[in-house]
């Protein structure tokens, strides 16, 4: 137990020291905003208003953690994501089903009120998230802010985004290429904790997985007929949702996740296949068994928050989050 306890230790000591490395990563800074806008605060404003968003809809949580994902992890964090237009990200097919636009709207259009183009959509994403996820019982964190908002959204970029049956080794390649490494992956994702898909992204798992006409293998049979005869029945009337993780938890960002992969119950193929590959399956098992993943989630959030950022002259301020200057 002796060595085994040291090697928590020291993963633990890692993981305060690389978050402190990162503290100046991109010119960001803490209490950025402090002083910037009148007699405002504006992480109170920003936590005001999830706060009262969480009072009736507890599911912002995943749809801001889905944004922030998908907005840092294409181009960086710069709220391109947010754009409108004919061909811009937001139209791109793995954007389909994301949800919280309208929050980050009402934020803004807040913050223009009290300090005119002071405060930038992609913080205004990065605080919200941080503030939801410690309404939703996860860890309360720092952030820093001090981000600049992109200009440039197209569709294709979101082809950078991993699919949700992407295979393991692929997936580790596409989070390095954006500087993460496989732990970093498999805590980020953690987020499915609170995350939601639809019953046609998974069709081929229940009913005919790589062609053979059968449910996958890897998933529990019993979870396989509660999906099939409760929420994804073979002809429906409705492409119905399914939470990604236990039902009496979804709600709640907590490690419940990854015991749910342990149980073979992950819902999207790479959810399992992180519980089944070689070099992933003993962090399932590290997060699973301790209780170290809200320290390393808050981490991975930070570490994801500080892609890439435009600071400085770079990017604008917008005035509206719907579209540039």
């Not at 402090?34 to 949580?61: F, L, P, Q, Y």
């Not at 790589?210 to 002809?235: E, H, Q, R």
Request: charged share 20%; proline share 4%; aromatic share 8%.
């Amino acid at each position: 137990m002796q060595p085994a306890r040291c090697a928590v230790a020291l993963l633990s000591a890692v993981v305060v020291l690389l978050a402190s490395a990162m503290s100046c990563r991109g010119q960001l800074a803490n209490n950025y905003y402090a002083g910037k806008c009148g007699n405002a605060s504006v992480e109170t404003i920003i936590h005001d208003a999830v706060e009262a968003r969480m009072v009736w809809d507890r599911r912002i949580v995943a749809g801001l953690l889905h944004m922030l994902f998908h907005d840092c992890f294409v181009e960086g964090c710069d709220a391109s994501l947010l754009l409108d237009g004919p061909n811009s990200e937001k139209t791109a097919i793995q954007n389909n089903g994301l949800f919280g636009y309208d929050l980050i709207d009402d934020i803004k259009r807040e913050l223009e009120n009290e300090c005119p183009g002071v405060v930038s959509c992609a913080d205004i994403i990065v605080a919200a998230t941080r503030d939801s996820v410690g309404m939703a019982g996860g860890p309360k964190y720092q952030v820093q802010l001090g981000r600049r908002d992109g200009t440039v959204s197209q569709a294709w970029m979101a082809s950078a985004l991993p699919a949700p049956n992407v295979d393991i080794p692929t997936a580790i390649d596409m989070f390095a290429k954006k500087g993460f490494n496989s732990f970093d992956m498999a805590v980020l994702m953690g987020a499915h904790t609170v995350g939601v898909t639809h019953c046609s992204v998974i069709r081929d798992r229940l009913y005919n997985f790589n062609g053979t006409g059968s449910p996958d293998p890897s998933m529990d049979p019993t979870y396989v007929w509660i999906l099939t005869t409760f929420a994804c029945p073979k002809n429906p009337t409705f492409d119905n949702i399914v939470f990604l993780d236990d039902p009496s938890s979804i709600l709640i960002v907590d490690k419940s996740y990854y015991t749910q992969i342990k149980n073979r119950r992950g819902v999207l193929a790479v959810d399992q296949a992180l519980g089944d590959h070689k070099s992933t399956a003993w962090m399932v098992n590290f997060l699973s068994d301790t209780d170290f993943f809200p320290s390393m989630f808050s981490y991975a959030l930070n570490k994801m928050g500080a892609l890439d950022v435009k600071t400085g002259t770079n990017g604008e301020i917008r005035k509206n989050c719907r579209r540039i200057n």
